[in-house]
């Protein structure tokens, strides 16, 4: 299958030794969905499966507990604040360690709402060549994709949409308290962390876990190819 699919995708450059018709009669049997031009719309269908991560997974995380109840992608405390954690519990202040967990939850949870317009217009860059590999890549290859070409920009964008949202949902004042308390405590180092930084990787690292979990669906699970783009793409995958 990778022979037949590799040379119509070079049917363009074979030239005049060729004739182009008779090389396309003898695949289109085999790759059912090929259009006028004489080319499966490959980059169409990637793109689909990418846009399709995103409206069926990641606005679940956009819900109430979309990430704070998501085992998945739930953001826990990082390493420098998991001893504030612990210590504030076993000096009787669990409730105020629990709300700070939940509230950079909620952070990620409002961010997302915002921020998935971006994720929507980074996936319309996708080029041809691009989707090529892709396609007969690995089962996270499109989100790699993604996550590769676009943390950088996405990072800069999101960043201060987060920081708004720590400040909508009142983490900034919990962990303000949090750590103010914390640095109370006699015999312990101090610290003051970077939550908006962290919250805004732990966001990205949740929104690209949800969409692998749609493009891994999509290769693995005919049903899930809802449309006859994703089928005739997905299909090429499948006998590779």
């Not at 049997?29 to 990641?58: C, F, H, P, R």
């Not at 704070?68 to 504030?88: G, S």
């Not at 964008?157 to 962990?175: L, M, N, R, T």
């Amino acid at each position: 299958m990778k022979k037949i699919v590799f040379l119509f995708l070079l049917i363009p450059c074979v030239g005049m030794a060729q004739d182009w018709q008779d090389i396309l009669n003898q695949v289109k049997d085999k790759l059912n969905g090929v259009n006028a031009s004489g080319t499966v719309d490959i980059a169409g269908g990637l793109k689909e499966a990418l846009n399709n991560g995103i409206t069926k997974q990641v606005t679940k995380l956009t819900a109430t507990d979309g990430f704070y109840k998501n085992e998945m992608v739930k953001i826990l405390l990082p390493a420098e604040l998991q001893k504030v954690d612990k210590t504030l519990r076993k000096m009787g202040m669990s409730k105020l360690a629990d709300s700070g967990i939940k509230s950079l939850n909620r952070a990620a949870e409002d961010a997302v709402k915002e921020a998935t317009p971006i994720f929507v217009d980074a996936i319309k860059n996708m080029s041809f060549t691009d989707a090529k590999s892709i396609l007969l890549g690995k089962e996270t290859a499109a989100t790699d994709y993604l996550k590769g070409t676009t943390s950088s920009a996405l990072y800069a964008k999101f960043s201060p949409v987060v920081q708004q949202s720590i400040g909508k949902v009142g983490a900034d004042k919990i962990w303000a308290s949090i750590i103010k308390k914390y640095n109370t405590i006699p015999m312990v180092s101090k610290v003051n962390p970077d939550i908006t930084d962290y919250v805004t990787n732990k966001s990205m690292d949740g929104v690209f876990k949800m969409i692998s979990v749609e493009e891994k669906d999509i290769r693995t699970n005919l049903k899930s190819r809802t449309s006859d783009l994703l089928k005739k793409v997905f299909a090429m995958q499948d006998k590779k």
